[in-house]
């Protein structure tokens, strides 16, 4: 459920009100992807 609100903010910031993508948030989004990862109980 977090990793699409993720997804689906970062989409819907980047198309409808035409954000532009850097590679430094590029990389918060991929860092934000990934301690979700890590903190899903298995």
């Given amino acids: ?3 699409g609100v993720i997804t689906l903010g970062t989409l819907v910031g980047a198309l409808a ?6 590679r430094l948030n590029l990389l918060g989004i ?12 298995w």
Avoid: H
Wanted: net charge neutral; glycine share 0%; charged share 10%.
């Fill in 17 to 22: 009100f035409r954000e532009p993508l850097s």
């Fill in 1 to 3: 459920m977090n990793m």
């Fill in 30 to 41: 991929a860092l934000a992807l990934a301690a979700i990862v890590l903190m899903a109980p």
